[in-house]
């Protein structure tokens, strides 16, 4: 008897986070995505639109939980986002009672993963670096932008 | 010589959001209504459209952030809300370190003011009536979509 574990495939829910970046990227925009997955569907995917769509809450996060549209309940799901959420997708999570939260990568944006847990959410930060070496890039080409997105840290 | 107050007028720009909360409640949505204001200009305004748009995150703070655009700076603004805000839109707050919040009432939500005070935020709180009602109203007539839009607390 083989015991299913209880949440997504790590490695899979990832790429298509990845995915999402690039394809932000790719419009000229914040290389952030994310994805909203149970142990069976994806529930959502998204990326960060602040440039695309003039929306500066359309973080890569709160672009996926949108996708995902609404729920009375996020029990049982995992986020998966290419970097570590700032305060207001945080604060989502924390809203939503999202239980699990995986990160790509907290480099580039340490975000406040502490928080996070303090909350009773468990967070796996990766260290990818196809997360990092995007997010970096971006960084390099657009510093006004990203520094506009994160409210002028 | 006058001194012109640093801030908008707060009774004009609570009218903006109450006005916000009531377009959404006639819309048969969640009757939560916001401005953006510097001394001089609204910026922006929205309410709540969870139902309306079937997406979780439009409350109705950040329904009025995606109004008013992308913007390098919020300094010298003021954001009304006509309800205390929740912790997505606390975070929206501190991330766009808009230095001004003024609530309607808190009552039918307490929200965590502390939360805010503790990043510096300057945070009024008022008890309006007309607030106070349509929260009231909507509760009563909605129980599941007031408990689902705020994650079920």
Redesign the interface.
Known sequence: MRHEPPWPDDDDMMRVAIEEARTGFAEGGVPVGAALATRTELLGSGHNE??QR?????HGE?AC??A???????AGTTLYTTLSP???????I????IPRVVIGERRTYAGDVDFLRSHGIEVIVQADERCVALMSEFQRLSP?VWS?D???R
């Not at 003039?54 to 359309?58: M, S």
């Not at 700032?86 to 989502?92: D, K, L, N, R, T």
């Not at 924390?94 to 009672?97: C, N, T």
């Open positions: 602040r440039i003039h929306d500066p809450t359309a709160i939980l949108r995902a549209g609404r729920r009375s309940s996020y700032c305060p207001m997708c945080s604060g989502a924390i809203l939503f009672q006004q506009e994160i409210g002028g």
